[in-house]
């Protein structure tokens, strides 16, 4: 209960501030928030500590473990005045309303949610009898550099190799795999971490988002950026050694 913001214009000062004391003091709480005026700020759901504002400069939110503001909008939303802002907490969204442009919501992810787009999917069944699956977990935020590619259901102690590219394709048994690539155009390999599938047959990659590989080397993401991710690895067929590939996910960064 001691724990309070408050908003108003960032222009002359800071747009947001926060006691930790009931209000006996207030500090500046607008690292990353652009010199605009905050209309409103709600805390999201499951308790999360994160903060959401709408301003006349869009929508924001404020990650609770940096301080740090980042833009909701991405390409998606409405580049316009965000009047209020609310947390619905049955469906873990927080939703704004907009200056002629309606009303928008905003899905937040619980911890350890996957979240991105799915596709390609079931992968080629492998020698486990299983189709080998990759999901994203983290943050679809660039700012919060936090972003995992798990792949999963792989034959145990087999090797993986994970891609990632900016555009889809569909390419069946590229190279005599028997499964299919679901990645095109510039496509980079993350070399250096190839790794195990171990007896769990998962395989855990932490992607940074400030060096994902391309075939000229390595670039940052970008906000409003779809990047998608598959894992190459190996397999057997009667015994005989082959490669497979898992489906594959992709991801708008925001």
């Given at each position: 209960?001691?724990?309070?913001?408050?908003?108003?214009?960032?222009?002359?000062?800071?747009?947001?501030?926060?006691?930790?004391?009931?209000?006996?003091?207030?500090?500046?709480?607008?690292?990353?928030?652009?010199?605009?005026?905050?209309?409103?700020?709600?805390?999201?759901?499951?308790?999360?500590?994160?903060?959401?504002?709408?301003?006349?400069?869009?929508?924001?939110?404020?990650?609770?473990?940096?301080?740090?503001?980042?833009?909701?909008?991405?390409?998606?939303?409405?580049?316009?005045?965000?009047?209020?802002?609310?947390?619905?907490?049955?469906?873990?969204?927080?939703?704004?309303?907009?200056?002629?442009?309606?009303?928008?919501?905003?899905?937040?992810?619980?911890?350890?949610?996957?979240?991105?787009?799915?596709?390609?999917?079931p992968?080629?069944?492998?020698?486990?009898?299983?189709?080998?699956?990759?999901?994203?977990?983290?943050?679809?935020?660039?700012?919060?550099?936090?972003?995992?590619?798990?792949?999963?259901?792989?034959?145990?102690?087999?090797?993986?190799?994970?891609?990632?590219?900016?555009?889809?394709?569909?390419?069946?048994?590229?190279?005599?795999?028997?499964?299919?690539?679901?990645?095109?155009?510039?496509?980079?390999?993350?070399?250096?971490?190839?790794?195990?599938s171990?007896?769990?047959?998962?395989?855990?990659?932490?992607?940074?988002?400030?060096?994902?590989?391309?075939?000229?080397?390595?670039?940052?993401?970008?906000?409003?950026?779809?990047?998608?991710?598959?894992?190459?690895?190996?397999?057997?067929?009667?015994?005989?050694?082959?490669?497979?590939m898992?489906?594959?996910?992709?991801?708008?960064?925001?």
């Amino acid at each position: 209960p001691d724990h309070a913001f408050v908003c108003g214009s960032g222009y002359s000062g800071p747009g947001v501030r926060e006691s930790t004391d009931g209000g006996v003091t207030w500090a500046p709480a607008s690292t990353g928030l652009p010199a605009t005026l905050v209309y409103d700020v709600t805390w999201g759901p499951n308790q999360s500590g994160d903060l959401f504002a709408a301003t006349e400069a869009g929508a924001w939110r404020r990650d609770a473990a940096t301080g740090q503001w980042s833009n909701l909008m991405g390409t998606a939303a409405p580049a316009t005045t965000y009047w209020s802002v609310e947390t619905v907490e049955a469906s873990n969204r927080v939703r704004f309303g907009t200056y002629g442009r309606g009303v928008w919501g905003f899905e937040v992810l619980a911890p350890g949610q996957p979240f991105g787009d799915r596709y390609c999917t079931p992968g080629v069944l492998n020698a486990a009898g299983l189709n080998g699956r990759v999901e994203l977990t983290g943050s679809p935020y660039v700012a919060d550099l936090d972003l995992t590619l798990t792949a999963r259901a792989l034959p145990a102690n087999t090797f993986g190799l994970a891609l990632a590219s900016r555009e889809t394709g569909f390419v069946a048994g590229p190279g005599s795999s028997v499964g299919n690539l679901c990645l095109g155009g510039d496509i980079g390999r993350f070399n250096a971490q190839i790794q195990s599938s171990g007896p769990a047959g998962e395989i855990v990659i932490d992607v940074d988002l400030t060096a994902l590989p391309q075939p000229t080397g390595f670039v940052a993401a970008q906000a409003g950026q779809t990047w998608n991710f598959q894992l190459w690895y190996r397999d057997t067929v009667l015994g005989f050694p082959v490669s497979n590939m898992t489906d594959a996910v992709g991801v708008l960064m925001r």
